[in-house]
């Protein structure tokens, strides 16, 4: 009974531990309100006009949380469905591939939401204006006069003209790309537990190609975001890298892919928490 009290309190921490990740993301994204910077009237960079997003967010969202869950349940199942240890939850038998997907989701989870604390702390600090600043904003200030060539507007210096009030808290959140960053994590991950996990025999050249599909996937979605004036290209090459060591990070920290564990065994050996998780690959 001592086992279980242990693991209950093992996924009740996860699950706490999520929540107040979440509840961060939340506070970060609705009441942090971002850096009002400035701009200079002659920058072209701000000059794009608006266009609406080739990959929406929620696009983003289920294809970037949806994929990988979708692909960690099948694995899980496909390599752990014949496994038994007799292992029990509160007296209920629970399958080894079912522990591992929850594993590997739990683990999934947390460092996606590293990535949105950390795009919108950036976000909110930095306060760089999107492409289409102009275009949303419309600044009541003449650029056409002297007093304002070559000269750095400050926020207290004009107001927005624009009619789209809406989006003008979100066009001073250009740097960095949570698009790219959420992108670059989810797809990156995927393409290390596949890595990892489908090793069955003649999947080989099939893995590789399922990698390629998915890092495709994200490197599209940075790109998008270049060419609907969402971004400046060096916003999209932040959020991707940031992204990438964060998918590396939490994939390094919860699984022994990198620096094999003692008493390596052939089948999976799962707890029932993400603390202390291992994911053996077997030989």
């Known amino acids: 009974m001592s086992k279980d009290v242990s693991r209950l309190r093992k996924v009740v921490l996860d699950g706490f531990l999520i929540i107040i990740l979440i509840l961060c993301i939340l506070a970060t994204a609705l009441i942090w309100e971002p850096f009002e910077r400035g701009f200079f009237c002659g920058d072209q960079s701000l000059m794009y006009p608006y ?5 929406t967010v929620l696009m983003l969202r289920l294809i970037g949380l949806g994929l990988p869950a979708v692909v960690f349940f099948v694995c899980e199942w496909a390599v752990l469905r014949k496994a038994e240890d007799g292992e029990r939850f509160l007296g209920i038998k629970i399958p080894v591939w079912l522990r591992g997907f929850y594993c590997s989701a739990v683990s999934f989870a947390i460092g996606a939401c590293f990535v949105e604390i950390s795009v919108n702390m ?3 600090i930095i306060g760089r204006p999107r492409p289409h600043f102009f275009d949303i904003c419309q600044p009541s200030v003449d650029c056409n006069s002297a007093e304002w060539q070559n000269r750095y ?3 207290l210096d004009y107001e927005c003209q624009g009619s789209r009030t809406d989006k003008f808290e979100d066009m001073r959140k250009s740097f960095l790309s949570g698009h790219s960053a959420l992108a670059a994590y989810t797809m990156i991950y995927l393409a ?3 890595e990892g996990r489908m090793t069955w025999s003649g999947t080989r050249v099939l893995r590789h190609v399922l990698q390629f599909g998915v890092l495709m996937l994200s490197w599209f979605t940075a790109l998008s975001r270049i060419s609907d004036f969402k971004h400046h290209w060096s916003d999209v090459l932040a959020g991707y890298s940031l992204g990438t ?4 990070l939490t994939w390094t920290w919860c699984t022994d892919v990198v620096l094999k564990k003692k008493n390596h065994t052939a089948l999976p050996q799962f707890e029932i ?9 077997p030989r």
Do not use: C, P, W
């Open 273 to 281: 928490s993400v603390t202390g998780q291992q994911m053996h690959t």
């Open 122 to 124: 950036s976000k909110n």
């Open 192 to 194: 290390l537990y596949l």
């Open 153 to 155: 507007v400050h926020s």
């Open 51 to 55: 266009k609406d997003d080739t990959v």
């Open 245 to 248: 060591v964060i998918a590396v």
